[in-house]
């Protein structure tokens, strides 16, 4: 393409062309659409895209506009790395060719690549046309001949800025950095997992990266969570308990919208999130309703269902919703508050799961109730369980039945001889109303909610001698051996509440369960 129309271009193809460029060099969605046609921009690219140009203005107005500190937030393969750690490099330095750039990633390998890419991109004919020697500019920005390693390269006089790159760990020799990007910082659970491994990160942040840092310069670091104690929940933890921390702006992109109640209820709650090295969305950044995908062109809400039965909750969790938990213990990481009595007017509910023994290793036949209220917190109140065979747990369910209120919705787990045991207790209780529940998930899974609400401190306890005992058992779930009966109970009246909801059309309370 030429510089301005001629005779021999077309006038308005040119005028087009023109405004391509030009509307590339103000905004980061149009340059990477200019430079890299077949990258399909989405909408929560977008929002990356305005993130970055804030960090990109703070760096340029020397703080007094946008945002300094800046953490992204998204699940593998959704296009986190070509969008930050390429393309916005090169747009920077298109932008402030006097300024410098560094990179890190979990491996020098990584980030010499990034570095290679970025650096293509700038000798690419289309950034000419932006920023380069085919660019309406006065100086033209372009690369070094002389300086072209990819662990770190300059850009043509008179311009001083450039580009260096380094693995996480590692040393970051040479000039200071007006914008640093960090893309994942561990390179897979193995390192997430090692308390170690996560501690020279947060050393090499502390003693290597941060000290590299010019006046006014931008910070971009971009991850998929592993574990709730790595670098972005570090600094999360910082900035609740530091007043002196520098604040982080925080972009988190999960794979599936969460359900109404798994949000924070308002910064407050946010706040304390972070004490778990967690951050949890007031509200979905794009606006989806639960269970809307982020990415629905590429990843289906079949795929996505798919991919998620193929996962372990725990793998689920951390990779897709950014909310990593412990992998042993800790599954519950909140006190669980206890009140003499729950509100008046709540809609109560209680699945049964039944066992099949009286023996003393056996299983606990075990119900709670639980309700929620019109603020979508829990209660639960009265759990009861014991060891029996069917016909002595017949025979207390009758009995339970004349005890509790009339208006208590009950379920089944509809599984094995459980199906005969549902038409024989709708014989003996033929007004209550007896509910098939079938499970929708496996156990840890299934109480990935009551997690989210005790994370948010939506939990509460009626007193009762039943108290201690579910604390206990909370206090090390999922922990292979270990009995999950209560647990079971509560999680399967949660469903059953939402199952009640959707199929009655029930206003009001906001039922909580998983998408």
Not at 76 to 90: E, L, M
Not at 278 to 289: A, M, S, T
């Amino acid at each position: 393409m030429l510089n301005q129309p001629t005779s021999l271009v077309n006038p308005a193809e040119a005028k087009r062309e023109l405004a391509r460029r030009e509307l590339g060099r103000r905004r980061l969605t149009a340059a990477t659409e200019y430079l890299l046609p077949w990258y399909q921009t989405q909408p929560f690219h977008r929002l990356i895209d305005h993130a970055l140009e804030e960090a990109e203005r703070y760096v340029r107005t020397r703080g007094q506009q946008g945002h300094g500190r800046l953490i992204i937030l998204t699940p593998p393969r959704y296009g986190k790395s070509v969008k930050v750690s390429r393309v916005f490099p090169a747009w920077f330095l298109g932008k402030n060719p006097d300024l410098r750039v560094m990179q890190a990633s979990y491996g020098a390998d990584l980030a010499h690549s990034n570095s290679k890419a970025v650096r293509d991109l700038v000798l690419s004919e289309e950034y000419a046309g932006i920023f380069g020697k085919k660019a309406l500019v006065d100086e033209p920005v372009g690369l070094d001949p002389d300086s072209r390693a990819v662990s770190g390269w300059d850009l043509v006089g008179p311009h001083r800025g450039g580009l260096a790159a380094a693995g996480v760990g590692g040393p970051m020799t040479g000039k200071g950095a007006h914008l640093m990007v960090i893309d994942d910082p561990y390179k897979d659970r193995e390192q997430a997992e090692s308390a170690a491994y996560r501690q020279r990160v947060i050393d090499w942040w502390s003693a290597v990266a941060y000290q590299r840092l010019e006046d006014w310069a931008a910070v971009v670091l971009v991850q998929t969570r592993w574990h709730p104690n790595d670098l972005t929940g570090y600094l999360l933890k910082e900035m609740l308990h530091n007043p002196d921390a520098e604040q982080w702006r925080v972009l988190c992109l999960p794979t599936v919208a969460p359900e109404e109640g798994e949000y924070a209820k308002d910064e407050g709650e946010q706040r304390a999130a972070f004490a778990q090295g967690l951050y949890l969305n007031i509200e979905d950044p794009l606006g989806r309703k639960p269970g809307e995908v982020l990415w629905p062109g590429k990843y289906s809400p079949e795929v996505v269902r798919q991919r998620r039965a193929n996962m372990t909750p725990h793998d689920w969790l951390a990779l897709h919703m950014q909310t990593p938990r412990p992998r042993t213990g800790g599954f519950f990481a909140k006190e669980w508050p206890v009140v003499d009595q729950a509100p008046e007017g709540l809609r109560w509910f209680r699945v049964w799961d039944l066992a099949t023994s009286e023996s003393a290793k056996a299983d606990y036949t075990c119900g709670a109730a639980i309700a929620f209220d019109a603020d979508g917190w829990l209660y639960i109140r009265d759990l009861r369980r014991w060891r029996a065979a069917w016909p002595e747990s017949r025979r207390r369910l009758v009995e339970i039945s004349k005890e509790v209120p009339a208006g208590e919705i009950w379920g089944l787990e509809q599984v094995a001889f459980q199906l005969a045991a549902i038409q024989d207790l709708r014989a003996e209780l033929p007004g209550r109303g007896i509910y098939a529940v079938k499970p929708e998930a496996g156990k840890e899974e299934m109480a990935l909610p009551l997690q989210t609400l005790n994370d948010l401190g939506r939990v509460c306890l009626v007193r009762g001698p039943w108290n201690r005992e579910f604390v206990e058992e909370a206090s090390v779930f999922p922990r292979p051996g270990e009995k999950d009966d209560q647990i079971d109970g509560v999680t399967r009246g949660m469903q059953l509440a939402r199952e009640y909801e959707k199929k009655h059309g029930i206003s009001g309370a906001k039922l909580v369960g998983f998408a």
